[in-house]
Structures are given as C-alpha cells and as structure tokens.
C-alpha cells in the first residue's frame, strides 16, 4: 500500500502534466493584440519624444533671440543716448539717421539678409558697417517731432520662436537750436 503523502505527490505530477498537455501555445488573436498595444506604445512615446525634441529647439531658439535682443540695446545704448536729430528717411526700407556730434552720422539699416547694420560717417559719407544683430524679421523707427528722441521696434524670428522688443530713447544732451544735415 502506498503512503499517504505518495499519492498527493502523484496526483499533483498528473495535475501538472495534464495542463502543460493542454496548452496549446498562443492564440493569433493574442499575439495581435500584444502587437497592436506594442505598437500604439511605440508611437504615443515616439510622437511625445518628436514633440519635447521641438519644444526644446524652439526654447533654445528663444533664448538666442533674448541674448540678440540684449546685445543691440547694449551696442546702442550709449550712442543714441547722445544721439539728436533722429529721422527717418522715406526710401523703400526705412532706415534711421541720427548725429552723434557734428562730425559724426549714424544710419542704423535692416538689411535682405535678416540683419541689423550700424554704418557711421561724416554726414553725407557713411562708410563700413558693424552687425549689431541677426535674426531680425522686421524694424520700425518713430522718431519725435523734435528729433531728440526716437521709439524703435525689434520684430526678431528664427524658426519658430518669435520675439518682439519695443523700446524708446531720448538723447541725455539738451542742445539748443542744433539741427543736423537731412542725408540725401
């Protein structure tokens, strides 16, 4: 006769045998449907990842714009705190005169190629030029009637952030009665 625990340990080798026995592996409706969670996994994670990738690009494209915008006003400060007679000529793209002392004009051009150019000569003859910024979408100058102070808009791009700068200047010199040349 065989010992209790024989038996249960028999019977629980059948039990286990029997399921092996019986699966049959897996199903096509199973392995479909782990493909399709597999994939719509995969593309929820590669379009967050494409999007986090652009919002990180057009952050650094924001920040290059900041750093463009504090670069002009600080190349400018000074010169146009002592600048008169602002005005603006009437060609096709507006561009900004003003004297810095009588010897010294200064034009400050938007050019084709996106960029903000500072050229400064004796009035009637501007020679050279210096890069003050790039990126530079759109400018708009507002000089005041009396010509000492002059309001200036900064539309900067570059790809797709944007960045908008307005502000206004007036010379720190009071001159009485000084009137600068009208470039031609």
Not at 131 to 140: A, G, M, N, Q, W
């Amino acid at each position: 006769m065989a010992h209790k625990g024989e038996t249960k340990r028999n019977s629980f080798r059948a039990l286990y045998f029997v399921s092996v026995k019986k699966s049959a592996g897996f199903t096509y409706i199973e392995v479909l449907v782990t493909f399709s969670l597999t994939v719509l996994i995969l593309a929820s994670l590669l379009s967050i990842s494409g999007a986090m990738v652009k919002e990180t690009e057009r952050n650094a494209d924001q920040l290059v714009l900041q750093r463009e915008a504090s670069a002009l006003y600080f190349l400018l400060l000074n010169e146009i705190r002592q600048g008169y007679n602002f005005h603006v000529t009437t060609e096709r793209t507006k561009n900004l005169y003003f004297q810095v002392d009588e010897l010294k004009m200064v034009k400050l051009e938007h050019t084709t190629s996106q960029q903000l150019v500072r050229r400064t000569g004796v009035p009637g003859s501007l020679s050279g030029h210096i890069v003050l910024s790039r990126y530079v979408d759109h400018v708009t100058f507002h000089p005041d009637a009396d010509g000492r102070g002059v309001e200036i808009r900064v539309h900067f791009k570059k790809g797709d952030a944007v960045l908008t700068t307005e502000t206004y200047w007036r010379s720190r010199i009071e001159r009485d009665g000084v009137q600068g040349d009208v470039p031609p």
